[in-house]
């Protein structure tokens, strides 16, 4: 995956997190402690846990808006933490809850997919520069043939919309389009933070059926935050569910057969009202 040395086993490593958070008013909350998480690479990982459990600040915390106290993210060896925004871009993907946040909605589909390639790129300067001095946001007869192509391939309606403006189209649409251009430059990791909630039940399964086939068809390494117990127990190879910042249960795909919807419901409300098990911190199986 990366020439750069192994410090640690590759795919995406949390060690001994810790984060916290003022109080309104006054005092501390300390959400994570010590928090460890491994994902060999590959894995499509799916998290659950009720509100407030830590699922968005995770994924915050590895994409690196949001700033650790203390403990390591490594993916494929390389420290997270100490990369700049522009770097952490190019190996990670992501899409957000809102259909709003992952596009330009006055600029088209071909140009949105051009911004993102260009995102994506490793950096040089000078090449940067003048891409950025010159309209680099416009795509050219290649660029459009490749994103039709693309969008085609993967069979997708968008392939004869390269040409309309993003705001013109359905949530759905643009979730779509959010996720594709998450993948395009083939991210190690790809971090869904609900995705699919704002979305109707049909463009839900369009954009989860899309998930999977770029998660497989890349290899890359997935974060999915979900409140759906339906995707929770249908997608991903593992899944794990926090509470107060802790892991509480850790199914891989063979075990999670065996769960039924009305026990992980169950263990929702047992995760209100009880404090984590400082043995269920480990992340060891908890079926
Ligand atoms: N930047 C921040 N500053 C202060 N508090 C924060 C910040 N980010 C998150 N929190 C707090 O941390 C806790 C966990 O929030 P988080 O959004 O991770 O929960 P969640 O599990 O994703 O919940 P939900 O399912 O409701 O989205 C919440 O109490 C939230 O208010």
């Known amino acids: 995956m990366s020439s750069a040395p192994h410090l640690s086993p590759p795919g995406l490593s949390v060690e001994e997190l810790s984060w916290g958070h003022p109080l309104p008013g006054s005092g501390w909350r300390q959400l994570f402690s010590g928090f460890s998480l491994s994902c060999p690479p590959g894995q499509f990982l799916v998290v659950i846990g009720s509100n407030g459990s830590g699922k968005s600040t995770l994924l915050n915390l590895v994409a690196g808006t949001l700033r650790h106290s203390a403990g390591r993210i490594h993916l494929g060896g390389r420290p997270l933490h100490r990369l700049r925004d522009h770097q952490r871009a190019r190996w990670i993907g992501r899409v957000m809850q809102n259909p709003l946040e992952g596009t330009c909605p006055g600029l088209t589909v071909a140009e949105n997919l051009r911004l993102a390639e260009r995102?994506?790129?490793?950096?040089?300067?000078?090449?940067?520069?003048?891409?950025?001095?010159?309209?680099?946001?416009?795509?050219?007869?290649?660029?459009?043939?490749?994103?039709?192509?693309?969008?085609?391939?993967?069979?997708?309606?968008?392939?004869?919309?390269?040409?309309?403006?993003?705001?013109?189209?359905?949530?759905?649409?643009?979730?779509?389009?959010?996720?594709?251009?998450?993948?395009?430059?083939?991210?190690?990791?790809?971090?869904?933070?609900?995705?699919?909630?704002?979305?109707?039940?049909?463009?839900?399964?369009?954009?989860?059926?899309?998930?999977?086939?770029?998660?497989?068809?890349l290899g890359t390494t997935a974060l999915m935050v979900t409140h759906s117990l339906e995707q929770a127990l249908r997608h991903g190879d593992r899944l794990v569910m926090l509470h107060e910042g802790g892991l509480i249960g850790d199914w891989n795909a063979a075990e999670r057969e065996?769960?039924?919807?009305a026990a992980l419901r169950a263990m929702y409300g047992a995760a209100i009202v009880a404090p984590q098990s400082s043995s269920a911190a480990d992340g060891s199986s908890a079926s």
């Open 119 to 217: 995102r994506n790129r490793p950096a040089r300067f000078a090449a940067g520069f003048l891409i950025s001095a010159f309209g680099g946001i416009h795509p050219n007869g290649g660029d459009r043939r490749r994103y039709r192509e693309l969008l085609g391939e993967l069979g997708l309606p968008l392939a004869d919309r390269l040409d309309e403006p993003v705001g013109q189209l359905s949530g759905g649409q643009r979730q779509t389009l959010s996720l594709v251009m998450a993948t395009l430059g083939s991210p190690d990791l790809l971090l869904l933070d609900e995705h699919t909630a704002a979305l109707d039940p049909r463009a839900e399964a369009t954009v989860m059926a899309l998930t999977d086939r770029l998660v497989r068809q």
């Open 258 to 261: 065996y769960l039924e919807p």
